[in-house]
């Protein structure tokens, strides 16, 4: 997988003067059936997360609150993505090397993924990931 793969999915916003709404549903706005969320809250200042790519699994990422930054790594191209719109959700496909970083106070990452938690989809090795690369396994 290539950086040109990731892409920010503008979600619906239901703007109203009670306060601002948005959604998504499955297959309509996130590109695959949701198996799993989980959310990274009170992160400490400087501190950062991820730091690893997934064998085969994809996700989308949305600061629902406050803001960090994403940087996705392709093993040939870095880029610095900063979520900090409640309804911008980033889609990243399987075999992208990320780690999330810079988070604001009382920031809030939200990810939904297409497969349960494995330990087994995780690559932790920067160095095993070039190399899956190079070899082209999982593209
Ligand atoms: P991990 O994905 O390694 O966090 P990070 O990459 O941000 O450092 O997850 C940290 C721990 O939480 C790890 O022991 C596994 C556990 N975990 C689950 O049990 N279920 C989940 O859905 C996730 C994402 C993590």
């Known amino acids: ?24 549903q499955n297959e ?3 590109p695959f059936k949701i198996q799993r969320a989980y959310w990274i809250y009170d992160v400490p200042g ?7 790519a997934y064998k085969d699994l994809q996700e989308v990422i949305i600061a629902l609150s406050g803001s960090f930054d994403v940087v996705i790594d392709d093993g040939f191209e870095k880029k610095t993505i900063t ?3 409640s ?4 889609y990243i496909p399987k075999m992208i090397w990320r780690r999330l970083e810079n ?9 939904v993924t297409d497969k349960m ?9 920067y160095g095993q990931y070039l190399e899956m690369k190079n070899d082209g396994k999982g593209e």
């Open 28 to 30: 309509e706005h996130i």
């Open 103 to 111: 988070f604001s106070t009382n920031s809030l990452a939200f990810i």
């Open 46 to 52: 400087g501190e950062h997360r991820g730091g690893h």
């Open 1 to 24: 997988m290539k950086l040109d793969a990731i892409k920010i999915i503008d979600l619906p916003k239901i703007l109203d003067d009670r306060g601002n709404l948005s959604f998504f």
């Open 117 to 125: 938690y494995d330990a087994d989809q995780y690559i932790r090795d």
């Open 87 to 90: 309804y911008n959700a980033l």
């Open 83 to 85: 979520l900090n719109r």
